[in-house]
């Protein structure tokens, strides 16, 4: 029988503080083409290639236009079995479960529901899945570029980062910058302009600022001046290809700071992935920890850094920054599914630690709204497990937990994000 702890966190509606996730006319027209396609999407064909599928096998379950589904699930069958409970695994069969009915994955089942999809592909479907079945409160999502225009399938419940990750990695996209500007960068002043530029145009209706440049550089920032920064500058306009990684960091240094700047001047908290790389066969561990942003933490006080997917596999040096840092935050974002047990533990970890008013439950970080609903049924299911063992082992009373629920689903990102100032520039 359920506790009034699960049954509570089961009802609240949550926010979802990171996805990926396409717009409505790009989930019509670039969806899953199949069942198939849809349950091995996401991030389980990293698992798969782990397990020792081949690439091409992986390929080809994801096309959906294919009509050999036995065939195509042939290739990946054995992988699959090996992977079916890890947490990527565990969000396939989710999807399987919930969004098509099927009790266990097989070629003929995926044949069989294909109707489902085809209902879900079509126009208020994307939404109502989100709001209604996965009983969102809303979604912010990250779409790789500056504008943050109202979503006219939802406006209040589609929200946007503004993405800083270029600027971060010190790849500057002149083109664009002009294109949305109108400023053309020669200098350092004109970059600050541009900057300037896209923060008036898109900051009021963003939600946060957000970048991953730990897919592409070392997380270690550094204080830089303004006269290393045009030097750096100055290389990169006129021997791009030829710059060392030096110049790309000193660059992105100083563009980083001057994008929290702005994020402290606009009220926007700031996002940024730490830990874990999403594929398979490269990741340089030294860049990932959080601890590697001490030196960002320290310097701008005033900032409020959300460090995401909870820096795994260096989950305990987040904890210990964000119980150190006023103006660090920590998001279990992606967490559940990389790997769940894991996250599992670093909640009852993190509430013995840390202050419950700095955590953040759930982002499904994937582009599909299938796969956003599994994630969220997998964040649910490990945080009750977590919750409840702390009520079991007697660290908390049933009530005292709920109200932790409540935190760390939703009042936590009220109190963090500015809803109010995002939702009225967007009606306004």
Not at 147 to 161: E, H, N, Q
Not at 192 to 204: D, N, S, V, W
């Amino acid at each position: 029988m359920a506790t009034d702890l699960a049954l509570h966190i089961q009802d609240v509606r949550l926010v979802d503080t990171h996805e990926h996730m396409l717009k409505e006319q790009e989930w019509l027209e670039s969806g899953p083409k199949d069942v198939l396609q849809d349950l091995f999407g996401n991030y389980v064909p990293a698992d798969l290639l782990s397990a020792g599928a081949t690439q091409e096998a992986i390929q080809r379950v994801a096309k959906g236009d294919d009509p050999d589904v036995e065939g195509r699930f042939a290739g990946i069958r054995d992988a699959w079995d090996a992977i079916r409970f890890t947490g990527y695994g565990e969000a396939v069969s989710l999807i399987a479960k919930h969004v098509y009915e099927m009790d266990e994955i097989t070629p003929a089942a995926c044949v069989t529901a294909a109707p489902r999809l085809e209902a879900l592909r079509r126009p208020g479907e994307r939404l109502r899945v989100l709001r209604d079945v996965a009983r969102l409160d809303h979604i912010q999502t990250d779409d790789f570029i500056w504008p943050c225009l109202p979503d006219a399938s939802g406006p209040r419940f589609f929200l946007y980062d503004l993405s800083w990750v270029g600027f971060c990695s010190g790849n500057l996209d002149l083109e664009k910058m002009a294109e949305e500007t109108g400023v053309t960068v020669h200098n350092l002043p004109t970059v600050r302009e541009a900057m300037e530029t896209l923060f008036r145009k898109y900051a009021p209706m963003a939600i946060a600022v957000k970048a991953q440049h730990a897919y592409n550089r070392t997380l270690r920032w550094e204080e830089r001046s303004d006269a290393d920064a045009e030097r750096a500058l100055q290389i990169s306009l006129n021997d791009p290809k030829g710059r060392d990684e030096a110049t790309r960091l000193c660059l992105g240094d100083w563009c980083w700071s001057r994008g929290v700047e702005l994020a402290i001047e606009h009220n926007l908290p700031f996002k940024i992935h730490t830990g874990y790389y999403a594929g398979a066969g490269s990741m340089p561990v030294d860049r990932i920890p959080a601890g590697n942003l001490c030196a960002l933490l320290k310097r701008y006080p005033q900032a409020r850094f959300v460090l995401m997917h909870i820096a795994y596999p260096y989950s305990q040096e987040l904890v210990a920054l964000v119980k150190h840092y006023p103006n660090a935050y920590a998001d279990l974002c992606w967490a559940w599914s990389i790997d769940p047990y894991s996250s599992m533990d670093f909640v009852r970890r993190f509430l013995h630690a840390a202050p419950v008013n700095k955590l953040f439950a759930f982002g499904g970080d994937t582009r599909w709204p299938t796969g956003a609903l599994a994630y969220c049924i997998q964040a649910r299911t490990w945080l009750t497990r977590a919750l409840e063992a702390e009520v079991r082992d007697g660290y908390m009373t049933e009530a005292q937990a709920i109200r932790a629920a409540n935190r760390l689903m939703r009042e936590n990102q009220f109190a963090c994000f500015d809803l109010e100032g995002t939702y009225a520039a967007i009606e306004g």
